[in-house]
T-cell receptor, first 109, second 115 residues
Framework: AQRVTQPEKLLSVFKGAPVELKCNYS??????LFWYVQYSRQRLQLLLR??SRESIKGFTADLNKGETSFHLKKPFAQEEDSAMYYC???????????FGKGTRLSVIA | ETGVTQSPTHLIKTRGQQVTLRCSSQ?????VSWYQQALGQGPQFIFQ???????GRGNFPPRFSGLQFPNYSSELNVNALELDDSALYLC??????????????FGEGSRLTVL
């Protein structure tokens, strides 16, 4: 079965420091990968998807099929980036999203 | 544009009881899916509804059932509640016409506590 692993439950960084939220997946085919974010007192929302290859709020993520990873990166963390981040996987065909357990990012002023 | 709304936001039940959770999809969205999020876990897919029929189901027992109405709103019903059913139940809608999509629009969830 497909699985998404986010190895860190909590990641604390100082404001202005680089951020990398790790995501690894288990799937041998060509997946679609997503990052969802939940800010305090807000609903879960899509942050970005790998097929868009775009930067959202300064965040980027590159799909590395060799390492089966989709790490989320930002060069300079801001306090408003503090949130819960979930990596999610969709495999080919008509199948639902599979979520990781999430990483809580805390940006310290 | 109205987002996904869920009710109730919180509820407490006892083991063996039944519960119904409700969801109104985002305007223009015809597909609704339900997820269970236990404490410290990511959302886990329960099932999806399109055109008032279930068109996909995760690894949940039959006592988890649902409905979708002509206006695309949906209900999640859980019978014979167990302690492990305590979780946040998330509804998500999409304009996907029954096709699974990675772009989901979530509600704020209904937090169920089973005592």
């Amino acid at each position: 079965a497909q699985r998404v692993t986010q190895p860190e439950k909590l990641l604390s960084v100082f404001k202005g420091a680089p951020v990398e939220l790790k995501c690894n997946y288990s799937y041998s085919g060509s997946p679609e990968l997503f990052w969802y974010v939940q800010y305090s007192r807000q609903r879960l929302q899509l942050l970005l998807r790998h097929i868009s290859r775009e930067s959202i709020k300064g965040f980027t993520a590159d799909l590395n099929k060799g390492e089966t990873s989709f790490h989320l990166k930002k060069p300079f963390a801001q306090e408003e980036d503090s949130a819960m981040y979930y990596c999610a996987l969709k495999v080919s065909g008509n199948t639902p999203l599979v979520f990781g357990k999430g990483t809580r990012l805390s940006v310290i002023a | 544009e109205t987002g996904v709304t869920q009710s109730p936001t919180h509820l407490i039940k006892t083991r063996g009881q039944q519960v119904t959770l409700r969801c109104s999809s985002q305007s223009g969205h015809n597909t609704v899916s339900w997820y269970q999020q236990a404490l410290g876990q990511g959302p886990q897919f329960i099932f999806q509804y399109y055109r008032e029929e279930e068109n996909g189901r995760g690894n949940f027992p039959p006592r988890f059932s649902g409905l979708q109405f002509p206006n695309y709103s949906s209900e999640l019903n859980v019978n014979a509640l167990e302690l492990d059913d305590s979780a946040l139940y998330l509804c998500a809608s999409s304009p996907g016409r029954g096709v699974y999509t990675g772009e989901l629009f979530f509600g704020e969830g209904s937090r169920l506590t089973v005592l």
